[in-house]
Every structure is written in C-alpha cells, then in structure tokens.
C-alpha cells in the first residue's frame, strides 16, 4: 500500500507542480499588470499545494527524503502529471484554455478528495479548496471574456481548445495504483467525475459562443510516466539549480 499512495499522490500533486512551472514562466509577460499579478499568484498556489503533497510523501518514503528531493531529483519518466498540464504557453488562449480545461476537473476532484479516508489527503484538498474555486472562476471568466469577446479574441481560443481537447480524457484514466488507493477508501474514483466535467465544460463553452470539439481520439501516457516533447524543458529549468549545486541550501 505504500508505494501505491506514494504513486496516488504523485498522479495528484504532479499536475499542480507542472503547471504551476508553466504559469511562472508567464511572470511578467500577462496581457496586463492585474492578469499578470493573477497568474503568478495562481502558480504560487499550486506550488504550496505541491509541497504539502511532497511533504507526505517525504514522510512516508522516510530516510533522507525531503519535499526538495521529490520535487527535484526524479527523472522524466517518474513524473505522473497529465499530458495537458504539460502543453506550452503558446499565447494567452492558450495558457486560459490549459487552466480552464484543468481547473474543472481539479475543483471537482478535491471537493471528493475531501471524504478520504487518507486524513492527510484529505485536510490537503480542505486547504486547497479554496484556492482551487478562485482558479476555476478566473479561467472560466476569462474564456467568457475571449470566446464573446472580438473575432481575433474568439478565434483564438476555439483553436486553443480545440488543440488542447485531445488531452482532456486524459484526465479520468485509473492507474493501478489509482484502483488501489480507491478501493482503500484513499483515492477518488475519478471516471465517476467525467460527465459531469464535460457537461459544466460544455456550459461555459456556450456561454463563450464557443463549439465543443467533436473527436473520437485522445492523447495519453502521462500518468504513466510517458510525456511529451516538452516535459523534459520544463524538468531542465525547474531541476537545474539542485542538480548543478547537489544538496544546496540558502
């Protein structure tokens, strides 16, 4: 059961660390000063929300483990975020549809992950809640604003989520690990979350004038530890300063 919670935390935690990565290399380069302010303090929080997965996780695996270490020294492949958390910062409808397509799905998975039987888990997603809602309000606002906002505006985002659908599914695929922290009473079942994902995604996309894309493929590997092109970039900066100083301390 250990190495299984650790594998649940990672497929949970992992999301929030690669896209908080992502938001941060947006400090500075928003649309305006108040965007900007509001995306970085979006990557602040999923960064907190990541260290106190990897805190748990240093606690369980023991020894010398520590939050830095989990964060910093695992290679690509043992890295379980999603495929969609991991997509570039392509332009700002991009960026917005990455964030809204995740935000749903993480706003409903914590408000389940409140009822684990796992109490750090659990007093986690509590904590995180919070937060997570004020995400969801921002990136669904935002795609009101651009799908109903000008013809370049509009256009824009229906490609960035048309490009970025393909990675949605993604979201409710069920590791082993997964199956066995849910039959623990620990994990949240998260194919149970899918039709009503879509269906609140479906809602905001009307409200948008937007089209729900329409394909029958989908892109996986993620929670598997088989990403994209861009996951090992994003691992290249953000472990860079623990691998060329090893053991470093401020």
């Known amino acids: 059961m250990k190495e299984n919670l ?3 935390i990672f497929g949970i935690a992992d999301n929030s660390l690669i896209l908080g990565q992502r938001l941060g290399e947006l400090c500075g380069h928003g649309p305006s000063l108040e965007t900007d302010i509001a995306l970085t303090n979006i990557s602040l929080d999923l960064l907190g929300q990541t260290r106190s997965y990897y805190q ?47 935000d749903v799905f993480h706003l409903s998975l914590l408000n389940e992950l409140q009822n684990s039987t796992d109490e750090t888990l659990a007093a986690i997603a509590k904590k995180s809640i919070k937060e997570v809602s004020y995400h969801t309000r921002f990136s669904s606002d935002w795609i009101r604003r651009l799908g109903d906002g000008t013809d370049e505006s509009h256009n824009r985002i229906q490609t960035a989520i048309n490009d970025l659908w393909i990675f949605t599914d993604e979201l409710f695929h069920q ?35 937007l089209q729900t894309p329409s394909i029958e493929y989908f892109q996986k ?29 401020w």
């Open 56 to 102: 748990y996780v240093a606690k369980i695996q023991g020894g010398d483990a520590t939050e830095d270490t989990v964060a910093f020294l695992r290679l690509e492949r043992e890295y379980k975020n999603v495929l969609l958390v991991e997509q570039p910062n392509t332009d700002f409808g991009y960026s917005i549809a990455r964030q809204f397509l995740f």
């Open 175 to 209: 590791t082993a690990a997964d199956q066995a922290m849910v039959s623990e009473g620990v994990g949240m079942d998260v194919t149970l979350l899918k039709n009503a994902y879509y269906q609140k995604v479906g809602e905001v996309l009307v409200e948008s004038t």
């Open 6 to 8: 650790i594998q649940y």
């Open 221 to 249: 590997g993620g929670k598997q530890g088989i990403h994209s092109e861009h996951m090992g970039y994003i691992l290249t900066e953000l472990q860079y300063m623990q691998r060329t100083y090893p053991n470093m301390t």
